[in-house]
């Protein structure tokens, strides 16, 4: 069965730490991709990857970056959180060319006080 | 700008009853739409989609409209069950570019 795994569920940072968002998907997907989902704002896409070491920015990406160093991960990073940043995060992987549709993560509920 | 609109943020419709979600879309390269579900606290989960060579897809109790010359399609759902409540968002694509959301309606199954 095909798989995104995210590596938490719920987090809950102070103010001013580093966060770092794991995403590991299964599939030889080559796109990945970050979002965050707030209420009536669906989901928004914050940085996306069509290979390894490749990244482009996405519609909100101020305060994130993302690292890809293999195929199969894609890490979400948090330099500095700000309590605007609570947030449900969700990764999600697809085929290269001609998408689909994207599989994804079951989402980190991330909480910033 | 949005490209993919679903102006309904909520519904609610009677158990055994038809669900339409609505949605449109702005940019005539979409030509391909799917709709996902989401539950509280998981990740969305594919449900349905359709090309745009056709202007019908249908897979169980749900089907899939489209009409490309209004850049509209449409989700319903019957007969209508407790455990389509949830959050369903409209997604538009074209050729190698990345899929765009809509902001998602939340779907309520009264009994």
């Known amino acids: 069965d095909v798989k995104v795994t995210q590596s938490s569920r719920y987090l809950v940072k102070r103010t001013g730490e580093k966060v770092f968002l794991e995403c590991v998907q299964d599939?030889?997907?080559?796109?990945m991709f970050w979002y965050r989902q707030d209420p009536g704002l669906g989901l928004r896409l914050i940085y996306f990857?069509?290979?390894?070491?490749?990244?482009e920015k996405g519609d909100i990406p101020e305060g994130y970056s993302v690292s890809r160093e293999k195929k199969e991960r894609f890490s979400l990073i948090l330099e500095s959180t700000s309590t605007n940043q609570t947030s449900m995060y969700l990764c999600a992987s697809g085929r290269g060319g001609r998408t689909y549709g994207y599989t994804f993560g079951s989402g980190t509920r991330l909480t910033v006080v | 700008d949005q490209q993919v609109k679903q102006n309904s943020p909520s519904l609610s419709v009677q158990e055994g009853r038809i669900s339409i979600l609505n949605c449109d879309y702005t940019n005539s390269m979409f030509d391909y739409f799917l709709w996902y579900k989401k539950y509280p606290a998981e990740g969305p989960t594919f449900l349905i989609s359709i090309s745009s060579i056709k202007d019908k897809n249908e897979d169980g109790r749900f089907t899939v409209f489209l009409n490309k010359s209004a850049k509209h399609l449409s989700l319903h759902i019957v007969p209508s069950q407790p455990g389509d409540s949830a959050v369903y968002f409209c997604a538009a694509g074209g050729g190698a570019s990345k899929i765009i959301f809509g902001s998602g309606t939340r779907l309520s199954i009264r009994p």
């Open positions: 990857s069509y290979d390894v070491k490749m990244k």
């Open positions: 599939m030889d997907h080559e796109n």
